[in-house]
T-cell receptor, first 113, second 112 residues
Framework: EAGVAQSPRYKIIEKRQSVAFWCNPI?????LYWYQQILGQGPKLLIQ????????DSQLPKDRFSAERLKGVDSTLKIQPAKLEDSAVYLC???????????FGQGTRLTVV | QKEVEQDPGPLSVPEGAIVSLNCTYS??????FMWYRQYSRKGPELLMY????GNKEDGRFTAQVDKSSKYISLFIRDSQPSDSATYLC????????????FGPGTSLSVIP
C-alpha cells in the first residue's frame, strides 16, 4: 500500500514570497490533515479536511495560509506571503473516516530566509 | 498549562537498557492514546495505539495509560541503536471529527 506522498521535500524561499505544498493521501482515506512542525516541537494541526470539506481550520493563519482539497483526494497548502517564522516542516497525514490513527508523509521542510 | 506535556530530553541510554518515556495531559476527555516514532528528517510513524486505561504490549514496546492520573508511558525493553529517534505522544477525544493533539516529543539516543 502506497503511503502519503508529499512534494517538494525541501524548499527555500525569501520572506514575502509565496510557496505551495502538495499532498496525495493514502487511497481511500477520507480525512486529511496538514500539520506544522517547528524544530524541537510536536506537530501542530493547521487544517483538517473530511473529503473535500474543511472540518477544523481554527489554527490556520488565514491571513497568509490557505488550503484546498478539490475532489476530496489531493490537497495543496499555500503560504502567501511567507514570514521567517513559517520555517518548519509541513506534514500531511491521512486516515479513514472516523479513524484516529494518522499516517504521515515525510513532510516538506520549508526554510524562509 | 499546555494540553499535552512531555520531557523533551535528550535522553541517552546504553544499548540493552529499559527506556521509560512519559507524557502528562490536562484534558480528561482524551480517550485514545498513541505513541509515534519520528526518525530525523522523516514523518512520524505510529508505534502504539491504546484506548482508555490499561496496558498494551507489542514486542519490546509496552504502552501504559493511567487516566486517573492523566499520565501515559511508553516502555522500551532491550533498547537498540535503531530505537534512536524522537518519540511523540499523541491523544484524542475520539469525537466524530476529532483531531490528534501531539506532545513536543522526547529525543532518545541508544548508545551501542
Amino acid at each position: 500500500e502506497a503511503g502519503v506522498a508529499q512534494s517538494p521535500r525541501y524548499k527555500i524561499i525569501e520572506k514575502r514570497q509565496s510557496v505551495a505544498f502538495w499532498c496525495n493521501p493514502i487511497s481511500g482515506h477520507a480525512t486529511l490533515y496538514w500539520y506544522q512542525q517547528i524544530l524541537g516541537q510536536g506537530p501542530k494541526l493547521l487544517i483538517q479536511f473530511q473529503n473535500n470539506g474543511v472540518v477544523d481550520d481554527s489554527q490556520l493563519p488565514k491571513d497568509r495560509f490557505s488550503a484546498e482539497r478539490l475532489k476530496g483526494v489531493d490537497s495543496t497548502l499555500k503560504i502567501q506571503p511567507a514570514k521567517l517564522e513559517d520555517s518548519a516542516v509541513y506534514l500531511c497525514a491521512s486516515t479513514w473516516e472516523g479513524g484516529t490513527e494518522a499516517f504521515f508523509g515525510q513532510g516538506t521542510r520549508l526554510t524562509v530566509v | 498549562q499546555k494540553e499535552v506535556e512531555q520531557d523533551p530530553g535528550p535522553l541517552s541510554v546504553p544499548e540493552g537498557a529499559i527506556v521509560s518515556l512519559n507524557c502528562t495531559y490536562s484534558n480528561s476527555a482524551f480517550q485514545y492514546f498513541m505513541w509515534y516514532r519520528q526518525y530525523s528528517r522523516k514523518g512520524p510513524e505510529l508505534l502504539m495505539y491504546t484506548y482508555s486505561s490499561g496496558n498494551k504490549e507489542d514486542g519490546r514496546f509496552t504502552a501504559q495509560v493511567d487516566k486517573s492520573s492523566k499520565y501515559i508511558s511508553l516502555f522500551i525493553r532491550d533498547s537498540q541503536p535503531s530505537d534512536s529517534a524522537t518519540y511523540l505522544c499523541a491523544m484524542s477525544d475520539g469525537t466524530s471529527y476529532d483531531k490528534v493533539i501531539f506532545g513536543p516529543g522526547t529525543s532518545l539516543s541508544v548508545i551501542p
